[in-house]
């Protein structure tokens, strides 16, 4: 299955610096000290929207594993321990069949909550503008390790503060960045807990603090023969354990799309789609969240999200509150509402779910942040229609808003030349940040979105937009 976190770019590379170990870290190799279920390493790896990555420091045990995922190749400082100009110096040397064109990415192997929206985004703009584009901090501090260089700028920057013995041993990274004039540099805010780096024991905790798991969005077409989405869903999970996920969340009605008879699936086919769900969790030990159909006793169902975690916990059903009695639509004929709010917890952090149409209802996602929700799961099967898109986008940036909490959308994948009225997906699953921001959003067709949590991203929402706390009821009428 296509990952949006796996595409390459031809004109991006990328020199991540991962020199070792660390003296105010004991000793320990930082790059590769755990931080959510992965090395920091690999996070900054996996993060890195680039063809060509270059890691310059020991590959240790697990660079084979690493270079095999992430099409790294690893390269030894010379001399070991010469400091980060001269590490960043040979990473350079390896660019050595890159066009004047390549835009490269400076980047430190422990800065574990880089983005992948954020480098695309600051190469982009160093690729528009020709010039220097570093991330910085609130206090204005320029993060020298997470820029992005025109390549023949980098170059001559390096050749102008090479020593004159030749080499770049004990130089450091603020005399390169010394060479460019006032117009040449240009900074990106940080957006959370993006910018930080692992260099001292405190870093790390918060580090691991902020992390939040690592979620794949599952875009799916859903077909009408149950064995065929059974087989989908089995590929789509996989794939998502590949790339290092602790979650996947599948859309609305994966057991079998709307139009065809739900009652007849929810109960032929309801029990072998959660042992499915159970199996694979177990498989593959991660959490999955999936939309089925569950048999009520007036001869409808319910529309129903299961939650199935390793070993059966967490074990979890949400069944949609809102009914899509709209736009033509009368779920309510054959879906019975639900009527309780659900969250769980995962790695440290509080999820709540919700199911299409309810994203047009604002207090239930405010009711779910107010139980600890960080993050909102939201599976969709999207109707077609007019302005039905923007109506989504808008919608998603606003619950988010409401609750200032991040809102992972999933959708289905809408069959192509599908012509039918019932509900089939618009795809463009989408992660938005707590202050209304698309972070990452795909297509129409299917695919992976994959989404690194940044906690602190929705503390500093929550702290700087208290809608939360300055809620009041107001009187009925």
Known sequence: ???????????????????????????????????????????????????????????????????????????????????????????????????????????????????????RSLAAQSASAQQVTALAGEDGHIQYLGAAWPLPRLRTALAAVENPEGGWVNLSLRRLYAQLGEQELATRPAAGAEGADIDTPEALDEARRVAGPRVALAQLEVSEDPRETFATVRRAVAAAAEEGAQLVVLPEATLTPFGTDLRAAAEQHHPGFERLLQELADLHDLVVVGGSFTPTDDGRVHNTLLVRGPGGSPRLEYRKIHLFD???????????????????????????????????????????????????????????????????????????????????????????????????????????????????????????????????????????LPVLRHAVELPRT
């Open 1 to 119: 299955m296509p990952s949006e976190q796996t595409e390459t770019t031809a004109t991006v590379a990328a020199v991540i610096l991962a020199g070792g170990a660390s003296s105010r870290m004991g000793g320990t190799d930082k790059t590769r000290l755990p931080i959510a279920g992965a090395s920091a390493l690999e996070r900054v790896l996996r993060a890195t929207p680039a063809g060509v990555r270059i890691v310059v420091g020991p590959d240790g045990p697990d660079g084979r594993a690493l270079a095999a995922r992430h099409r790294a190749r690893f390269v030894l400082e010379d001399p070991p321990r010469s400091g980060p100009l001269a590490a960043l110096a040979r990473g350079v040397d390896e660019l050595d069949d890159a066009g004047d064109a390549t835009t490269v990415l400076v980047l430190a192997g422990d800065m574990p909550l880089l983005r992948p929206e954020t480098l």
């Open 326 to 464: 709209a736009f033509g639509a009368d779920e309510s004929r054959t879906v019975a509402p639900g009527h309780e709010l659900v969250t769980f917890d995962l790695g440290g952090t509080r999820f709540g779910l919700a199911t299409c149409y309810d994203v047009r209802f604002p207090e239930q996602f405010t009711a779910l942040a107010r139980r600890g929700a960080q993050v909102i799961l939201l599976p969709l099967a999207w109707a077609e229609g007019p302005g039905k898109r923007d109506q989504l986008r808008l919608l998603l940036r606003a619950r988010a808003l409401d609750s200032t909490s991040a809102l992972l959308a999933v959708d289905q994948a809408p069959p192509a030349g599908y012509t039918g009225r019932a509900a089939r997906g618009i795809g463009h699953s989408a992660a938005v940040g707590p202050l209304g921001e698309v972070r990452q959003e795909l297509g129409r067709t299917p695919g992976l979105l994959l989404v690194d949590l940044d906690l602190a991203e929705i503390e500093t929402a929550r702290a700087s």
